[in-house]
Every structure is written in C-alpha cells, then in structure tokens.
C-alpha cells in the first residue's frame, strides 16, 4: 500500500479489509520495550510501530489532548491495514482506551480491536505481592488518572497500591543519561520516597515503558526484598493469549516477520533515539498524522480496558 492510498483511506473513511500488521502506538520511544518483548515472544507477525515523537510527553497532556492525539494515531494505524492496535503507552491506555473502545469504535469499525497496557500488568500483580502492598512507578499524568488503583481494585480488592510520580526519568532516559549521576540520585530519590509512604511495599510495577531502561540501577537502589515488575513480559503474554482466544483477529493479521517504523519527528532523530531501546539499529520513515480529530467528549473516563 502507498503513502497516498493510505491517507486516502484515513480521509475518506475507507479501511482496507485485507489482513495487516499488528499496530503499536507509543507517544514515543517507551513503545519500543514493548515492542521488542512482544517481537520476542511471537516473531512470525508483521508489525508497524508509530511514536507521536514530535508531540511527547503525553504524560504532562490533558485527558482531553490524549485522546484526541491517540485517537489520530488509532485511526492513521488503521488507514495503513492494521485491525489490531496495542497502546504501547501508559498514558494513552490510561487517559484515552476506554472512550476509543466504547465510543468510536463502534463507528470507525466495530470489528478492529485497541487494546491497552495496563490491564495486563494489574492481572499479574496478585501473583507476585506477599504483603498485599505495592507501589506504582509511573509519570505524573498516569499517576493523576489513579487507573492502576482502579484496575488493580477491580481485580486485588485486598492490594493497597501507592503510587509515586517520577518525573525526570524519561528526560534522562531519552538523553541518554541512564548511566549518569543524575539518574542515580533521582532514582534513589523516588524509591526512598515511594517506601516512605508505605514501608511494607514488597512489589513495584513500572508503569512507563520507558523505566525498564533504569532496571539496573532501580534494582541497585531498591531494597532485595522488593522486586520490580517491568511491563513488556506480562503484555505479550496476554496479547499472545488473547490472539488465541479471539482466531477470527488473529486470521486478520499478517505473518511475515518484519517490522516497520514510523514517526512523526526526524527520522534520523528517530533511529538514533530507538537504539537506546532496541540495541539494535532501525530505519524510521516519517509520517505525519491528522489534525482534524472529533469533537472531545467533556466526560472521559480515566478508565482503561482490556478485553
């Protein structure tokens, strides 16, 4: 498919019904953790991997703008052959999931699929938690939304979760600070701050894709006892699951093993940036992605599902 059949169809409102790639969203780089480990576990399936880098952070956006922001992304992802996309984003699961699911959806197509990240990792947590206390690393946006304290309360009632803001661990990550003094202070800043508020936390979510990129010096720095729970495992599994669980999808995706990248900043940028994630080098294209969103439902819900 051409760049131009496919922001034909986004305009027009045709899709096309052939089977397509699995679609990942990110708002930026963290995406690419997910990705990797979903590649790792099911390496037969096409992928197209979007980051919306010249609009990050969405962490600090309004529910309102990520939605509306997501909602283009969803959308071009779709116009490209994709019936199934994965919000790689905590924020975009947390702030905009549950209103794409439950209102457009069932007028872009009912039968694509959007499904998030969080769910996922909020089913595993009883498994792992001695204490019944955990704490949630995560950015200030998805902290605010409160959506692993929903999601977890849905599925753990007994689980106290205290979550913790950690706002310049993405900055140092993406410039390539992971290994500086800075993220050793900030990262002790925020564990010690986290047990603080609930010194009998034995388990903590990383509830940003871009945190696994810090699991050595979090491990360095947080006490043996508590033990730390990247996303990326626990979302391919489930992703896995639910492909088997719904064939009539899974018959929808293509299988040819490759992969491709599209970004919304420099390519070049892009491809420097993504070798952080991936350890591997990637040839990004740039894609520009809709400004005439709908109109913006004043009553979002914070919400995420997961079918």
């Not at 930026?28 to 952070?57: F, K, V």
């Not at 979760?161 to 990262?187: K, S």
Request: hydrophobic content about 35%; overall charge negative; aromatic content about 8%.
């Amino acid at each position: 498919m051409t760049k131009e059949e496919e922001v034909r169809r986004v305009h027009d409102g045709t899709l096309p019904t052939q089977p397509g790639p699995i679609g990942v969203f990110d708002s930026g780089y963290g995406g690419l953790t997910i990705l990797s480990r979903i590649q790792r576990l099911m390496p037969g399936y096409d992928y197209l991997y979007l980051g919306d880098n010249a609009r990050a952070p969405y962490g600090t956006r309004s529910f309102e703008v990520v939605y509306e922001f997501t909602l283009q992304a969803v959308r071009r992802l779709f116009g490209m052959g994709c019936h199934l996309v994965i919000l790689a984003c905590n924020t975009a699961s947390a702030k905009a999931l549950r209103t794409i699911q439950q209102t457009d959806l069932p007028h872009i197509d009912p039968s694509r699929r959007v499904l998030g990240i969080i769910r996922p990792t909020a089913e595993c947590i009883g498994n792992i938690t001695q204490t019944r206390h955990i704490g949630i690393f995560a950015t200030p946006g998805t902290i605010r939304s409160r959506t692993y304290e929903i999601e977890i309360a849905k599925l753990h009632p007994d689980i106290h979760v205290t979550g913790q803001a950690c706002p310049m661990w993405v900055p140092l990550i993406e410039n390539g600070e992971c290994d500086g003094p800075g993220a050793d202070y900030f990262v002790q800043k925020y564990i010690d701050q986290l047990l603080h508020c609930d010194p009998d936390i034995d388990a903590v979510i990383l509830g940003c894709t871009h945190y696994p990129l810090l699991l050595e010096k979090l491990q360095r720095y947080a006490p043996s006892h508590v033990r730390l729970v990247p996303q990326g495992d626990y979302v391919a599994h489930s992703l896995q699951d639910y492909l088997h669980r719904h064939p009539d999808m899974e018959c929808r995706i293509t299988r040819g093993g490759t992969t491709r990248y599209f970004t919304t900043e420099h390519p070049g940028t892009f491809d420097e940036k993504a070798t952080l994630f991936l350890g591997r080098n990637v040839q990004a294209e740039r894609i520009l992605l809709d400004p005439a969103a709908p109109d913006v439902s004043p009553s979002l819900s914070p919400a995420p599902l997961f079918p």
